[in-house]
């Protein structure tokens, strides 16, 4: 049964997990396989999820239901449909302590983000020996410096000293994690802009390895001055 895409309704995790399954392609799975995903996965696309999200909106003891299922993409619906309001820090963590791969610890940071722990579970993911745990810390603290209009600069001056003193000897895709931090600090106000460049020149290159995938890793230097322009750019027009 196809989840309308019309109007808010009342939807089970079997008709979830059928539609998820139904829209599943084999070189979508060996796409993710080839990013890293593990465990069970159906294959389906983040278009096809996005669907789901717009036609369930929000849905609390869905998103709990979907994460235990363990599937790849019912966990990344889980974390879009999730109400931040409910999702306490205890919770959290408790999803987190699951995670296994740096993709879905990107799609449950932009939910810890939205949540009243968003602060305090980032000082604790960006310091974890976990890959995954930091991932999640560090695309945390990037979308902190995104959204968060109450947090001063303080707050992001101490997680750069942080960020640089660390990068170097973190585990792989946590460094990818730490750059995407950088670069979003780094386009959130001209102050943090230059003290961001000047981090990221002192760090020089960050070498992550993406496996077999054609990602790259952004030069935080010119990704932040590119993204200011385009800002400037996007305020004079409007």
Request: hydrophobic share 45%; net charge positive; aromatic share 8%.
């Given at each position: 049964m196809a989840v309308s895409l019309n109007r808010r309704f009342d939807v089970t995790k079997t008709q979830v997990m059928r539609q998820l399954r139904a829209t599943g392609k084999a070189q979508t799975r060996k796409t993710y396989r080839n990013h890293g995903i593990q465990g069970d996965l159906f294959g389906t696309s983040f278009a096809?999820?996005?669907?789901?999200?717009?036609a369930?909106?929000?849905?609390?003891?869905?998103?709990?239901?979907?994460?235990?299922?363990?599937n790849y993409e019912a966990r990344t619906l889980a974390t879009m449909i999730a109400d931040p309001t409910q999702m306490t820090g205890a919770k959290l963590k408790t999803w987190a302590a699951d995670l296994e791969d740096r993709h879905l610890a990107g799609a449950l940071s932009n939910l810890a983000?939205?949540?009243?722990?968003?602060?305090?579970?980032t000082k604790q993911w960006t310091s974890s020996?976990?890959?995954?745990?930091?991932?999640?810390?560090?695309?945390?603290?990037a979308s902190l410096a995104r959204a968060d209009n109450d947090l001063d600069n303080?707050?992001?001056?101490?997680?750069?000293?942080?960020?640089?003193?660390?990068?170097?000897s973190s585990a792989n895709y946590a460094k990818y994690a730490m750059n995407n931090a950088l670069i979003n600090i780094g386009v959130r106000n001209p102050q943090l802009e230059r003290r961001a460049v000047a981090a990221a020149k002192r760090i020089?290159?960050?070498?992550?390895d993406h496996g077999a995938t054609s990602c790259k890793t952004p030069d935080?230097?010119?990704?932040?001055?590119?993204?200011?322009?385009?800002?400037?750019?996007?305020?004079?027009?409007?």
């Open positions: 096809e999820i996005g669907k789901l999200r717009r369930i909106k929000m849905d609390q003891t869905l998103a709990e239901q979907l994460w235990a299922t363990a983000a939205e949540s009243a722990a968003a602060r305090s579970l020996h976990s890959e995954a745990l930091a991932c999640c810390g560090w695309h945390t603290l303080a707050y992001f001056v101490e997680y750069l000293g942080k960020l640089e003193s660390r990068i170097d020089g290159k960050v070498d992550v935080a230097v010119a990704y932040i001055k590119k993204t200011v322009a385009y800002n400037q750019a996007k305020a004079a027009r409007s």
